[in-house]
């Protein structure tokens, strides 16, 4: 069935239509003899006629609202004006309640809206009120009383009168000059808003902008020195040295916790107690610092003519006592080394039969004003048995001209004249009271070093050290001769922890395992490594010596040539069944975990030649070089390497002598050294 069709308009649209056209005659209106104070705020006809379209298109987007059946309202109005593309540029909008709004369009023309309740929204043209035309330089600091601060004015794009304000005055006061904002803390901590406000001027509407300031109380710096003294029966001061800043403040005491006084508290009698000292000021924070006074009972008197001597058994010796406050009393800590006895001021100390120190103790008694007091005295009764590593000896070696080695012997391309050096100290290095003999070491270094270059240096270089020291450092009238501090020295005094350590250490492979090295360019070595245990060229089975004992298993501080010294430089290379060696080097730290008492003779910076060679089994190639301490540990240098790698190196020498123990005359000097006879 064909329907027919109805022309022209509903009636829901033709309302709709008049409602439009009511809203807009209203609109015109409005704009031409409104009450708003267009005319008033928009002076020239160019801008009047913008003010007057902007006003135009905001009044329309009510009609938008409605056309959508939503209540023209604040809320309704602001979401409708943000949203969508306009003919206007919405630059800002700040709410200020439920009720009322601002708004900037186009960067300057600033609007009122004020909710009518009545499904109206009031439009409301305020004047240009650029967008961001009042600025500070901050917007929140925080100051610490008493201190002022300031910020600035950087924009006032208007150019009306700037005046200052502060909402809470209490804890902030502020004034300006000019730009410049001065901000003034009170004596109450807390937030005041600083309040920045430019004029109306022309056509501009007042602005304001906030500065938050945060005061903070000042800091009392507050320090005190209690007194600590011995009675002399004389009042003090329990604080003295009192600072503090500022200096204005209220200071008040208090004793062992108790009331707070204004007055200083005294001590005088042998007493001890805590005093509280609190410092206050309006505006500042409150500090208190609790310090402790103390007067103690004085110390007794007493002196000794002495306080150490060494006796040969079974002679004795005396010294005096003087200065004492009290009566006088002696003992000894250990009668089997000596015994002791008092009569008046003389102190006569006897040496017993057992070698070893003992402390004689001389005590003054106690009185009524003074407490005992006591003095000791050190004496040291020797035999061999006394004797301990590390001990000072007045070694005195002869006088010796330089000592030349040349490079034929060195491998290192330089003529070495190395000259003795003077007035070395000596410590003892090791004991042997079966022989009666004692091992010297001198306690520093030499000041000259001696070059070792390549294979001649690992040849050559025990040799050379030993020849070195015993020209330069032995005396010839005692017997001694001297030669170079050697691996045997050092591990004679391995303790069984060190003995561990040292078949602990590992590179490529552990200490006392071997290695094998095929590739072609890595299977050379010296020639004369061949003598020394632990070698292995062009096979795989190497005898290996024990290595459970500290005995320089390896024999690397003896000669590997049968003729010393060698000019020998050559080197072989491995067939292809391989290198093979023994992994002989190790660096384990000097301490009495490892070397026991000699841990305090051993260590000498920064370093100095061992007379000992070492292989080291690296996972690329292999190096032979020579071993050297240091003040920490013992490693080693290398001078040729499996590749034919060489270097040169030189370091000082720490020798070392043997004396017998006889040559001592049992005497100790004033530094505690023993003296020869």
């Known amino acids: 069935m064909r329907t027919k069709e109805i022309k022209g308009i509903t009636l829901v649209t033709l309302a709709v239509t008049i409602i439009i056209l009511l809203i ?102 305020e004047g240009v009120a650029v967008l961001g035309d009042l600025t500070l330089s901050s917007y929140e600091e925080t100051y610490t009383y008493p201190n002022s601060g300031t910020f600035t004015v950087t924009n006032n794009a208007s150019g009306g009168e700037l005046t200052v304000s ?20 009170g004596t109450t901590a807390g937030k005041a808003n600083i309040i920045v406000k430019s004029a109306a001027n022309g056509e501009y509407i007042g602005s304001k902008i906030v500065h938050t300031a945060t005061i903070e109380n000042g800091t009392i710096k507050l320090s005190a020195t209690p007194y600590t003294g ?56 409150t500090i208190s610092i609790t310090e402790t006074v103390k007067v103690n009972k004085a110390e007794g008197s007493l002196t000794l003519s002495s306080t150490s001597g060494v006796l040969m058994y079974p002679n004795a010796t005396t010294f005096t006592a003087s200065e004492n406050t009290g009566t006088l009393s002696v003992v000894s800590s250990n009668t089997n ?18 070698a070893g120190t003992a402390i004689i103790t001389v005590t003054s008694a106690a009185n009524t004003n003074h407490k005992a007091k006591s003095a000791t005295y050190n004496i040291t009764v020797d035999n061999i048995n006394s004797l301990k590593i590390g001990d000072y000896v007045n070694y005195k070696y002869d006088t010796a001209g330089k000592y030349t080695l040349g490079s034929k012997y060195s491998g290192d391309s330089r003529e070495q004249s190395i000259s003795q050096t003077t007035d070395m100290k000596w410590r003892i290095l090791n004991i042997d009271k079966t022989t009666e003999t004692i091992d010297l070491i001198s306690e520093k270094i030499t000041n000259e070093e001696v070059y070792f270059n390549g294979i001649l240096g690992y040849n050559n270089g025990p040799y050379f050290m030993n020849e070195i020291c015993k020209a330069q450092y032995s005396n010839k ?57 632990g070698a292995g060229v062009n096979t795989t089975s190497v005898t290996q010596p024990d290595i459970t004992k500290g005995n320089d298993p390896y024999e690397e501080s003896k000669a590997i040539a049968t003729t010393e010294p060698t000019t020998d430089s050559s080197y072989g290379k491995a067939s292809s069944t391989g290198l093979t060696l023994t992994q002989t080097y190790y660096d384990i730290d000097f301490n009495s975990e490892n070397y026991g008492d000699a841990a305090s003779v051993l260590p000498a910076q920064p370093g100095y030649w061992v007379a000992a060679r070492y292989v080291l089994a690296d996972t690329k190639n292999a190096s032979w070089g020579l071993r050297l301490g240091t003040d920490d540990s013992m490693y080693g240098l290398f001078l040729f390497s499996s590749d034919i790698g060489t270097s040169s190196v030189g370091i000082a020498l720490r020798p070392v002598v043997s004396i017998s123990s006889r040559a001592l005359a049992g005497i100790k000097d004033s530094s505690g050294a023993w003296n020869l006879k």
């Open 230 to 285: 011995i009675y002399d029966g004389q009042g003090h001061d329990a604080l003295s040295d009192i600072s503090v800043k500022p200096r204005d403040v209220q200071l008040e005491y208090s004793i062992n916790g108790g009331q707070y006084s204004e007055k200083m508290p005294k001590i005088k009698d042998t007493s001890e107690f805590t005093v509280t000292v609190k410092a206050s000021k309006e505006g500042y924070k």
């Open 24 to 125: 807009l005659a209203g609109v015109s209106t409005s704009l031409i003899i409104g009450n708003n104070g267009l005319f008033d705020k928009a002076k020239s006809t160019k801008k009047i006629q913008t003010i007057a379209g902007i006003k135009e298109a905001l009044e329309f987007e009510k009609v938008n609202i409605q056309v959508e059946r939503k209540t023209v309202n604040l809320e309704n109005y602001l979401e409708q004006i943000s949203n969508g593309k306009k003919n206007y540029d919405l630059s800002s909008k700040e709410t200020i309640d439920d009720k009322n709004a601002y708004i900037i369009v186009n960067d300057q023309y600033k609007f009122l809206l004020k909710d009518k309740e009545n499904g109206d929204v009031e439009i409301i043209y």
């Open 166 to 185: 502060s909402d809470a005055p209490n804890i902030a006061t502020a004034s300006i000059e000019e730009n410049i904002i001065t901000v003034v803390p």
């Open 477 to 533: 009238s005692l017997g001694a001769y001297a030669r170079s501090i050697n691996l045997l020295d050092m591990e004679k005094h391995l303790t069984t922890k060190g003995i561990v350590a040292r078949s602990a250490w590992s590179n490529a492979v552990q200490y006392g395992k071997t290695k094998r090295y095929t590739s072609s360019s890595y299977r050379y070595y010296p020639s004369l490594y061949i003598n020394q245990k």
């Open 337 to 354: 080394i000596a015994t002791v006895s008092v009569s008046g001021n003389t102190v006569t100390v006897k040496s017993g039969s057992t």
